[in-house]
């Protein structure tokens, strides 16, 4: 599933291909008949398809940005058109879910069987194209973005630590499953967490609430760094992922624990185990993140 570092560099690679572009058209593939002559939704879509068409249609793309691993496309129409409530801004949100892929295409022709969704722009040659396998995915358009995005934790790139650290302390949860909850923090998933952690030295069975402020700061600056760190190698291409100009990221290279269950850890050389925790696959290394005791920091020592 992609999540923050990719969503990001997917927002980064979209923007300046679409900033300031109008829609000029929706066509979808999937859209069917309720018998009565009406268009049903395809299961992707949180709205009716005629809600959908006419809100993007006519609308002029103002900003797009990340939220957790939510694009937003915020929308805005000349004094001649109308949003979906007045002239207030609405919102197109995509949760790419565990395959959706945006793409820019230079073409208006759905290039796979399973592309649902093409923007056509006033930009002369360029069209947007959404993909998605398995369909997992969500848009919706919306006027009430905190409505809909609202119970979202805050983002880890922004937090401060001072709150991070009164997050943990009143948690008494896995330090695993806890950074997977999206109301914790938003934008991480399970490669993130497994590789922040191995990053910090933690056990990702550990209790939150147990961290000191000490090993709290540590999984604070390692959770940041990897996040950055993937961000700018592109994010992690492990299945069918590419940003929106298609190009693969390359921080699956540099994975530490992930998928990489029986061989040895490049720091210590003990083999890498997979435990399952809140339901999904977990990897870690069982010398450099004990469960109990100290943490083992990059250099070998212990505190």
């Excluded at 008494?172 to 923090?185: C, G, I, P, V």
């Excluded at 003990?270 to 696959?281: D, E, T």
């Amino acid at each position: 599933m992609p999540e923050l570092p990719e969503v990001e560099n997917i927002v980064r690679s979209v923007k300046p291909l679409v900033l300031g572009r109008r829609i000029t058209g929706v066509e979808w593939r999937w859209s069917g008949s309720d018998g009565s002559g009406q268009l049903t939704a395809p299961r992707i879509l949180r709205n009716s398809v005629p809600e959908f068409n006419k809100a993007l249609c006519g609308a002029r793309i103002e900003e797009v940005s990340r939220y957790g691993k939510n694009i937003v496309f915020r929308l805005m129409r000349d004094m001649e058109g109308r949003n979906m409530e007045g002239n207030a801004p609405c919102y197109l949100l995509i949760h790419l879910g565990m395959t959706g892929r945006l793409t820019c295409e230079d073409t208006p022709e759905f290039r796979s069987k399973h592309t649902h969704m093409v923007l056509s722009l006033d930009e002369p040659g360029r069209w947007l194209h959404y993909t998605d396998i398995r369909r997992f995915s969500r848009l919706r358009v919306t006027n009430h973005l905190q409505q809909e995005l609202g119970g979202l934790g805050p983002d880890p790139l922004e937090i401060s630590f001072e709150d991070f650290f009164q997050l943990l302390r009143s948690r008494r949860a896995m330090l695993k499953s806890l950074l997977l909850n999206q109301q914790f923090l938003r934008g991480i998933g399970n490669i993130y967490a497994d590789e922040a952690l191995f990053q910090a030295g933690i056990h990702p069975s550990f209790w939150a609430s147990r961290l000191t402020r000490k090993r709290a700061l540590g999984l604070y600056r390692g959770m940041r760094e990897i996040l950055e760190l993937a961000i700018e190698r592109g994010g992690s291409s492990i299945a069918n992922y590419v940003d929106a100009q298609g190009r693969a990221g390359q921080f699956q290279l540099l994975h530490q624990v992930y998928r990489r269950t029986g061989q040895p850890c490049f720091r210590c050389g003990a083999r890498i185990r997979k435990m399952l925790i809140a339901s999904r696959s977990t990897h870690f290394c069982p010398r450099c993140q004990r469960k109990a005791g100290g943490v083992v920091f990059r250099n070998g020592s212990s505190a």
